[in-house]
């Protein structure tokens, strides 16, 4: 008997009171698990050296000091640093955004012979991993030939410069372009085929059209693209040590930020807590201008994901 | 005029043909310099010998020579590969568990939602490797303050479950996935991104019906849910294949990239194509198992 009560009472408390207070204990440890480093990141990277080493300081520093940032800016060259990734970054992603989409949209729409070939191209262009192609892209980039200019100058070097991944981005390549390709043909696909019908009985010619009528009606998924292309190259370090290794961006600062630490610090051996105040303050420098941009559109960046829902 | 004529010539279809090749243009030219070309010489770096000299490139014909190096020769690589192999393939079964369960979860209503999915989509943001082990810093700060308490590391747990009997490799499994809960959690931003997406998806009616039918939520979410959603469970499945097989800390990449500034451009192309070759095996075979099942509005 006692048993029969308990599943009727039981089925209502855990849908009415026990689940939802499990499901907070859940998030919560997930969200903690998420927030953690981030808050040891700045608790660590504003103290002072004397606290450093003082155990009863656990998360609120008594000796608030800004001398970790100041050395890791001055080392990183942070304006310059900031700069350079910014024109890459930002740079890349817009190029991505629209060469992509022109891509993406001849893929979606424009039936032809050896189509599903060239598109299982593009999905290869997403499983083969950056560094298996890296090396004749970096021997491209040392020598590069511009078009007929080159018959007279010879090779220029574009290493260290952001032209690499302009060039890459304008020709719908580079970091993750295949996956964006794939984004924006499954939007296009499911876009309602009677717009541009509509448009061709109006006037307007295969590329008026693209102008005119479908990149207006996109812009949701192009911010999406846009976001992604943009985190995707500030964050890369592995095509950045190979085609940047040598020029100032804050994601080659990032790769070599703990030899940097140890180094200034004489040996990290010798005070390795001052060392990994250095490390924190460095890596909060660099992903800090990504959470600005982040705390600011990530409410459209969440909501066009679900909106557009990527793959239709 | 007479190019006014020539196009009147061209046959819809061909009109279509040449408009699509114009939209593609930008990428073809892209995906021959930047894709299919260096394709090709990574794969050729493999059987040739090759020095960097001013101006270029020189290879050398060699034959067999830099794999035999490579897989033959060499007493850890083999080795390293399986290991790698093995490790991502664990990650990404709880990469995939982990992501649908947190996004059932977000998908639900409750107090300071917008806040929680802001959190989740940190990972997102800061996705680098780098950071991930800049982040685990924590661990060396509190052994220099002798505090055993750190949030990464199950010690503690290990020593309770073997007092309690248990055998020692099971403890030693659980207690790494345990020590994995980080990395999981971090590597799954996108995923539980596009499963979100994936749920919000599902048409409400359904839900309606089937409650009106009198099946559970649990009922539901395998009869309902899963299925509509299973075509989002391939793409990530997909996704998370290659980014945990290729992620800055599985130990081939880190060889290869090893080789790579040591100039060893025969070894790190073999390393890498017979790594990739794997991979893109497993890959198909996951897409050709996984496409069976998959729901498909169009059918």
């Known amino acids: ?312 | 005029m007479n190019k006014r004529q020539k196009r009147r010539g061209l046959s819809y279809a061909g009109r279509r043909t040449v408009n699509g090749l114009v939209f593609l243009s930008p990428w073809l030219i892209g995906v021959t310099a930047f894709f299919v070309y260096p394709f090709i010489s990574t794969f050729l770096y493999m059987f040739h010998d090759v020095t960097l000299e001013p101006g270029g490139m020189k290879m050398e014909f060699t034959g067999l020579k830099n794999l035999q190096e490579v897989f033959i020769n060499s007493p850890t690589n083999v080795r390293m590969i399986t290991e790698a192999l093995a490790s991502s393939f664990g990650t990404v079964i709880l990469i995939m568990l982990f992501s649908i369960f947190a996004a059932v979860l977000l998908n639900q209503k409750f107090h300071g939602r917008a806040v929680v999915r802001a959190i989740f989509a940190l990972p997102i943001i800061v996705s680098s490797g780098i950071l991930l082990s800049v982040f685990k810093e924590d661990l060396f700060v509190r052994s220099i303050q002798s505090d055993p308490s750190t949030i990464f590391q199950s010690t503690a747990l290990q020593d309770m479950l073997q007092s309690f009997g248990l055998d020692v490799t099971l403890v030693q499994s659980i207690s790494d996935m345990i020590n994995r809960i980080m990395d999981i959690v971090w590597q799954s931003g996108v995923q539980i991104l596009l499963f979100l997406a994936a749920l919000q998806s599902v048409p409400r009616v359904l839900y309606e019906v089937s409650s009106a039918e009198g099946a559970t939520t649990w009922q539901t979410f395998w009869k309902v849910t899963i299925p509509l959603i299973s075509p989002y469970i391939l793409l990530n499945g997909l996704y998370s294949i290659i980014d945990s097989f290729t992620f800055y800390d599985n130990p081939v990449m880190k060889e290869v990239m090893n080789q790579f500034n040591d100039m060893n451009y025969e070894v790190s192309s073999a390393l890498s194509m017979v790594y990739f070759a794997i991979v893109l095996v497993i890959t198909l075979a996951a897409a050709g198992l996984a496409s069976r099942h998959v729901y498909s509005a169009e059918k």
């Open chain 1, 1 to 312: 008997m006692t048993g029969i009560r308990w599943k009727v009472v039981g089925k209502k408390a855990v849908q009415k009171g026990l689940w939802p207070l499990i499901r907070f204990f859940i998030l919560f440890g997930i969200c903690f698990l998420l927030v953690y480093p981030l808050l040891f990141m700045i608790s660590s990277a504003f103290r002072s050296q004397e606290d450093l080493w003082d155990p009863s300081v656990v998360w609120i520093t008594r000796h608030f000091s800004l001398e970790h940032f100041k050395a890791m800016m001055e080392f990183i060259d942070f304006p310059e640093a900031l700069r350079n990734s910014i024109l890459i970054s930002v740079g890349t992603a817009l190029l991505q955004t629209g060469s992509c989409a022109m891509v993406g949209y001849g893929f979606a729409r424009f039936r032809f012979k050896g189509r599903e070939g060239l598109f299982v191209l593009v999905l290869l262009t997403i499983i083969v991993p950056q560094q298996t192609i890296l090396n004749p892209i970096f021997m491209m980039f040392r020598f590069f030939h511009i078009p007929v200019v080159s018959l007279f100058t010879g090779s220029v070097n574009l290493l260290n410069t952001p032209f690499p991944y302009w060039i890459q981005g304008l020709l719908g390549s580079g970091i993750r372009a295949g996956l964006f390709i794939f984004i924006y043909r499954q939007f296009f696909r499911g876009m309602p085929q009677e717009l541009e019908e509509a448009a061709m009985i109006d006037g307007c010619n295969a590329y008026s059209t693209f102008l005119r009528i479908m990149l207006p009606s996109s812009v949701m998924i192009m911010v999406t693209v846009f976001m992604f292309s943009l985190v995707w190259h500030w964050n890369d370090t592995v095509t950045a040590g190979v085609l940047s290794a040598n020029s100032k961006t804050l994601a080659v600062a990032l790769t070599n930020l703990r030899e940097m630490a140890y180094y200034m610090t004489g040996g990290g051996d010798e005070n390795p807590m001052l060392t990994q105040a250095r490390v924190q303050a460095g890596a909060l420098l660099a992903i800090l201008p990504m959470l600005i941009v982040f705390a600011l559109g990530q409410k459209t960046f969440t909501e066009s994901v679900e909106r557009t829902g990527i793959v239709g």
